[in-house]
């Protein structure tokens, strides 16, 4: 069929009324993610996005395929019980940094020793939008944005090193002000052959007044580049790095370089692929070994029970085994 | 007892022992041994939360006819350490029988770590009080003096004998098998048939012939040694002829082949005493058989192969959430648990319940509250399951009462989930869980699977007729498509929302969703029948009607025979479908009862606080345990006997058990 032939990014575009501020750097994140599904020309029945709760949460609702919107913390469970009951599908997973390394830490932590074929994105913004401005766990130490009553007294978790720690196989970072640069950045993740985690800059216009677009662009600095603005996003691939494990013997040494980029905070923030590593097998088919037919016949599809009804599961020989025959 | 007890084919066994010593699989090669005589048994497994050291123990019953719960007395009490013998030689009847090592005499009850200063102190009144000192020695003498036969074995004697026979270097390599002395030697004084225990190794070791060989061997000598030292004891075993196969298994096992008959394609867990058992048979078992339809099917044939795919997550958060996503994609799909993981599980059975999401949770119960008694029995859930979450979130609780209906229930359970499109919450506990013994192979043919209402290609949707999960045009329950569906996109949000699953804040649309939620329970209170809502046994106009749910249903039965046997009036109606709560049922045989007796294993008795809340009926008593361990029919017996006789108080507290 040719639909998938025609698809533009604004087929992929609902007609829910968008309440998100003006100004909220989630647009840009919305806009990538369906230019990057109409670039990669998905079937929009083939496609699950998958969220948690918050701003960035609503994202599912103002695209076109099928959205699940679920609870705080709990957009990476249910994106894995999507792929994992239908492999076949494409699943997205979209989530704020309250979401991700707050409540949901643990399943982060435990989606990267999986290494499920999906992409997940974090919207990362320093805050929790949705209630009102408090630190969110990507906040740095001593930072006071506008709704703070003193100063951030958390340290900082860094995404990046997290997701390395977890198992993640490809990480990257975008700027949800760079449309096309993210673009290809879901668009490789999506691609990637496992579990990809994406940490997308995103300014809240609305209650981040510390980590703005101008401060993202560098607009404080232009004194010291002849009137210039001097951004603090670089491209990582703009400076040659090489992000990609060739085989498996690399692993270390490219980890430690994805580690090390991640540590680079202030005037110059690192934005591309900080790791990429496709030697690690991949949880599907972890599952292949054990059931040989769970890609051509996965949960999602099976068929359990006959035109009447009829269960088909043959329960013959489990029962066999505990039997007690006649004696 | 009232009467004489037959001493052929009705007894009760226990054998203990330090956890990690064997004690499950000698009693299993008992109980398998009983059944491949021709026996009906009944096992329960009692044991602490821990791995190695700690007491445990295992009753058997065995019996020529139906046997569905233990009773307090122990007849045989076969034993390889002192601490089994100074915990439970007092259950033991002065007609029963104690196997004991002939080597621990000596050991002193305050040598013995493990056993609580409360039980010590106990011990040590008991035999002062008989002019006895503390030494195993002194409560043999004490059972003996009250009549029980002594069978001292020799078990290092005896292992070192067959160290010789099959040329073992050391003897630590087959100290293991010192369990197995003791099922010799129980099998030895009762005089049953020593070719049925080949077989229940046959069964345990699975085969390995040199494993089975030794430990045959072994229980050989430590049967004829027993068998000379108690030549005239009063139980027997005889076998018995048998034309029909029975089902030998666990409450666990019976869930597990419940649910993959239903259906089951993905199950998540995360381990979690008395519920794990159940997911880890399903995954030693995950790659299925499948049969023909009954009718020829050129689909069918395209079928490659059925599995289910079980998942151990982080937190049990991740199990029912992760459960929530698979049901999305079309598969069925269950999570097990216990209390403190339930705990956590509110919120993904709020989200299933909003967005119609078929889910089942098996809800293993055990005694809280907290971590509260991790190993030990109790119903205290029932109110928990029934309001678990904020806000009002409609569910269907199940109760199963024994193996079969746990099985049939697996099946049911995941029907409603589907039918109703609402969160099933299976209430099972600890007791029928760990719970073995034989039941006739169950007729399934009867079971079929129930998918409810879902979208088909035909129904033809298009951007004018746009496909609505939430459809409020039919009734309360919308057609239901799965993600990757084609043509068929919706949403879902664990806010409240619109007919296509997007977000809603309005008003009226919030009243229509909410009305269509419930009139969905409103409906399965409707469609689903009697024998799946209750069972009554017993005449219908008893003076005496026992009511209770779940487990307790095999010692209240076994205690109904004993009662109607005395022509006591009583019944027992056994209520299986908590929510929506079958009020009519309830209220046609219980409110012209003259006593109304609610038995339950809690402290509040919660069910009959439901009955009174749903009927206005109050139960005139009520009989309750909480102590972790499960309710013997003996107990139930003389509590309801007390109650029928005007003896008893309104309310009874049940205390046996060790």
């Not at chain 1, 997940?120 to 969110?136: C, E, R």
């Not at chain 2, 160290?163 to 293991?176: G, H, P, Q, T, Y």
């Not at chain 2, 029928?432 to 035909?458: E, F, W």
């Not at chain 2, 009607?545 to 009583?570: C, F, M, N, P």
Request: glycine share 10%; aromatic share 8%.
């Amino acid at each position: 069929m040719a639909l998938e032939e025609i698809l533009k990014p604004q087929d992929y575009a609902t007609e829910v009324h968008n309440d998100w501020c003006p100004g909220c750097g989630d647009f840009g994140i919305l806009r990538t993610v369906q230019m990057a599904l109409a670039e990669l020309k998905l079937n929009p029945y083939r496609v699950a996005m998958v969220s948690g709760i918050g701003c960035s949460a609503k994202t599912v609702h103002y695209i076109k395929t099928y959205g699940v919107h679920t609870l705080h913390g709990r957009v990476l469970p249910v994106a894995q019980g999507v792929k994992l009951a239908n492999p076949g599908l494409e699943v997205v997973a979209v989530g704020g940094d309250g979401d991700g390394m707050g409540i949901g830490g643990a399943h982060f932590v435990n989606a990267g020793r999986r290494n499920l074929d999906m992409l997940y994105i974090l919207f990362d913004n320093g805050v929790y939008g949705l209630t009102k401005g408090q630190a969110s766990p990507t906040l740095k130490l001593g930072v006071q944005t506008k709704s703070l009553a003193h100063p951030n007294i958390n340290e900082a978790v860094n995404p990046i090193w997290l997701a390395l720690a977890a198992g993640a196989t490809w990480v990257g970072r975008g700027y949800s002000y760079d449309v096309k640069h993210l673009k290809d950045l879901i668009v490789q993740g999506i691609r990637h052959r496992g579990y990809a985690f994406l940490d997308v800059l995103q300014p809240c216009p609305t209650y981040n007044d510390i980590n703005t677009k101008e401060w993202y662009g560098g607009e404080d600095r232009a004194e010291t580049n002849g009137g210039r603005p001097l951004p603090r996003v670089y491209k990582l691939d703009g400076e040659g790095f090489d992000p990609v494990v060739h085989d498996s013997s690399e692993i270390e040494l490219k980890a430690s370089k994805a580690l090390e980029k991640s540590l680079e905070w202030g005037d110059r923030i690192p934005i591309g692929v900080f790791y990429r590593n496709e030697h690690v097998s991949m949880y599907g088919d972890r599952i292949q070994q054990r059931i040989p037919t769970y890609f051509e016949n996965p949960p999602a599809v099976q068929r359990i029970a006959g035109p009447h009804g009829e269960p088909l599961t043959d329960l013959t020989k489990l029962l066999g085994r505990l039997t007690i025959k006649p004696s | 007892m009232t009467g004489k007890p037959s001493k052929v084919n009705d007894l009760s066994w226990m054998i203990g022992g330090p956890q990690g010593s064997g004690v499950d699989s000698s009693a299993n090669a008992f109980a398998r041994a009983c059944a491949h005589g021709g026996l009906n048994v009944f096992g329960k497994r009692e044991y602490y939360s821990n791995i190695k050291g700690e007491h445990s123990y295992f009753t058997v019953r065995a019996v020529t006819g139906t046997v569905r719960s233990h009773i307090d007395e122990t007849h045989l009490l076969a034993t390889f350490d002192a601490e089994t013998a100074f915990r439970h030689i007092r259950e033991v009847t002065d007609d029963g029988a104690i196997v004991y090592d002939s080597g621990l005499g000596k050991t002193k009850i305050s040598g013995i770590p493990t056993i609580e200063h409360r039980l010590e102190d106990e011990l040590k009144t008991y035999l002062i009080a008989r002019g006895l000192g503390e030494t195993l020695d002194d409560m043999l003498a004490s059972a003996k003096q009250r009549g029980v036969t002594l069978v001292p074995i020799p078990y290092s004697d005896l292992l070192t004998q067959v160290a010789d026979e099959f040329k073992v270097d050391a003897l630590s390599k087959i100290a293991r098998m010192i369990n197995m002395l003791a099922v010799g030697a129980s099998f030895g004084i009762l005089r049953f048939d020593f070719d049925t225990i080949v077989k229940a190794l046959d069964d345990v070791f699975r085969a390995k012939i040199a494993v089975v060989k030794m430990n045959a061997s072994a229980a050989r000598k430590a049967y004829d040694l027993a068998a000379s030292l108690a030549p005239d004891f009063g139980y027997r075993l005889e076998r018995m002829p048998r034309k029909e196969p029975r089902l030998f298994l666990s409450g666990s096992q019976a869930t597990a082949l419940g649910k993959l008959y239903g259906g089951l394609r993905v199950q998540t867990y995360y381990p979690i005493t008395p519920a794990s058992d159940e997911s880890e048979f399903l995954e030693s078992n995950e790659v299925l058989d499948l049969k023909m339809p009954e009718e020829a099917d050129s689909e069918f044939v395209k079928e490659k192969g059925a599995s289910v795919l079980v998942v151990q997550t982080e937190d049990e958060i991740s199990s029912v959430t992760m459960a929530c996503g698979a049901a999305l994609t079309g598969a069925r799909a269950a999570t097990a648990t216990s209390g403190p993981g339930f705990c956590l599980m509110m919120e993904g059975i709020g989200y299933s319940s909003i967005n119609e999401i078929p889910l089942v949770i098996t809800l293993y119960q055990r005694a809280g509250p907290s971590t509260g008694m991790p190993t030990r029995h109790e119903q205290g859930d029932l109110r928990f399951a029934l309001h678990a979450g904020h806000g009002e979130s409609p569910r269907i609780l199940l109760a199963s009462g024994d193996f079969e209906e746990m099985i049939r229930d697996g099946v049911h359970s995941l029907n409603f989930a589907e039918r109703y499109q609402m969160p099933v919450i299976h209430l099972v506990d600890k007791a029928l869980a760990n719970n073995s013994g034989t039941i006739p192979v169950p007729d399934l043919s009867d079971l079929k699977i129930d998918r409810g209402s879902l979208v088909t290609q035909a129904d033809g949707y298009s951007p004018e007729n746009p496909y609505k999960r939430f459809d409020l045009r039919n009734g309360p329950i919308s057609a239901r498509a799965v993600i990757g569906q084609h043509g068929t996109l919706f949403w879902n949000t664990g806010d409240e929302h619109d007919e296509f699953g997007h977000i809603t804040e309005d008003p009226g649309l919030r009243n229509l969703m909410m009305e269509k939620r419930e009139a969905k329970l409103q409906l399965a209170a409707k469609e689903i029948p009697d024998p799946l809502k209750y069972h009554y046994f017993g005449p219908n106009d008893a003076e005496t009607v026992i009511v209770s749910w779940g487990s307790t249903k095999g010692a209240i039965l076994d205690a109904l025979d004993r009662l109607h046997a005395e022509k006591q009036s009583v019944g027992f109606l056994q209520l299986r479908l908590l929510n929506p709560f079958p009020s009519e049922a309830v209220m046609a045989h219980l409110a012209k009862a003259k006593r109304r007796v609610d038995v339950e294993m809690n402290f509040s008795g919660q069910l009959g606080g439901l009955i009174r809340e749903r009927t206005g009926v109050d139960c005139t008593h009520q009989v309750v345990k909480y102590n972790g361990r499960p309710m013997s029919s003996t107990e139930v017996y003389d509590a309801v006997l007390r109650i029928i006789l005007g003896k008893a108080e309104k309310r009874t507290v049940l205390t046996l058990g060790a």
